[in-house]
């Protein structure tokens, strides 16, 4: 099959739009239509469910979407090395990554590595935890920004810690200690990060055996800063998601000292693409450009650019796993 089928295939499995497809890749809606149902002719059994609202993937389209991406993503990087070999650079890479780091982080990082390296094409996809994993792990994206997980396999890059923050209303009444005790929860109205959006929060809590009343639950990080303005209840956010909000609210670090460690995540760094190995070795090199998580960075900062192997219970180069990690006593 023509390797152009196949990413269109992948693309509307997507979008699950014929029209937005072919609007991405240069086909009309009745172009789609044709070349899928030729490939549907091809393999002898059809791939899309159609409906009023779009298209679903039949049973034995999801078993061949995994594979297709794989193909896609190999394809990819075979050309991008041909071109490597010719002196060329080229290509593109996909980034999962939190819409906190896009909007703080990489601006920055985006416009030096373009500047470095015009022909390569970049995509952002933004996401929680669950939804940059799944991503890493089905080829959606080449690399993920992200906090470290637990229990995942990957090869992780450490980039620096974002420290978590008690995201109090402005008129909160706070002790003089300029910090906000975890116990201090206990009880209180709450607005929590959905689960499987931010693991980091939920593991301060249970780690803590704090239990708060919990009010809201949202996956997204503005909805939560604007309840909590609003006085509907307080929360935990990182420091990064924060950043232009100072003003708005008061933040305090917490007590105990509580962050979440933000890198690269990878299925296998030996195996990226030449774009995409690029990219992660220019971030990691660029720490300089994370301001907002130069403060808190140290001891990530002494092991970054190494490219480590995380499992089940991982152990970075200080021997701290991530359980312990996220918390300094």
């Known amino acids: 099959m023509d390797i152009n089928k196949y990413r269109l295939f992948a693309d509307v499995a997507e979008t699950k739009n014929f029209t937005r497809s072919g609007a991405r890749l240069g086909y009309s809606q009745s172009g789609v239509s044709h070349i899928l149902k030729s490939v549907e002719a091809e393999l002898g059994f059809p791939l899309f469910i159609r409906t009023k609202y779009g298209v679903s993937l039949t049973a034995n389209a999801e078993l061949l979407l995994p594979l297709i991406r794989t193909i896609l993503s190999e394809s990819e990087k075979l050309e991008q090395t041909i071109h490597s070999i010719h002196g060329l650079e080229t290509g593109k890479l996909t980034i999962g990554t939190y819409s906190s780091i896009s909007v703080y982080c990489l601006p920055s990082i985006l416009h030096e590595f373009k500047e470095q390296h015009p022909q390569i094409d970049i995509y952002l996809k933004e996401g929680g935890a669950d939804d940059i994993l ?19 396999t990957l090869d992780w890059i450490p980039l620096g810690k974002d420290p978590l923050m008690a995201v109090l209303p402005k008129d909160y009444p ?76 008061t933040l305090l670090p917490l007590k105990p000292f509580y962050y979440r460690e933000l890198g690269i995540g990878m299925r296998s760094y030996a195996d990226l693409s030449p774009a995409a190995k690029k990219f992660a070795d220019f971030t990691k090199e660029k720490l300089s450009l994370f301001p907002n998580l130069a403060d808190k960075a140290t001891s990530t900062r002494d092991s970054a650019g190494t490219v480590y192997r995380i499992s089940s219970h991982p152990v970075l180069s200080s021997g701290i796993s991530p359980e312990t990690c996220q918390r300094d006593r």
């Not at 116990?183 to 931010?198: H, L, N, Q, R, V």
Request: glycine fraction near 6%; proline fraction near 4%; hydrophobic fraction near 40%.
């Open 134 to 152: 799944q991503w890493i792990d089905g080829n959606v994206v080449d690399l993920g920004l992200l906090s470290v997980p637990r229990f995942r």
């Open 174 to 249: 706070i002790s003089e200690e300029k910090e906000f005790r975890m116990e201090d929860y206990e009880g209180k109205p709450f607005i929590i990060s959905a689960a499987g959006t931010d693991y980091d929060i939920h593991y301060a809590l249970e780690s803590s055996g704090i239990h708060p009343n919990l009010k809201y639950s949202s996956m997204d990080d503005h909805a939560i800063i604007s309840m909590v303005i609003h006085k509907l209840g307080i929360s935990i956010l990182p420091k990064l998601i924060l950043t232009d909000f100072e003003d708005k609210l």
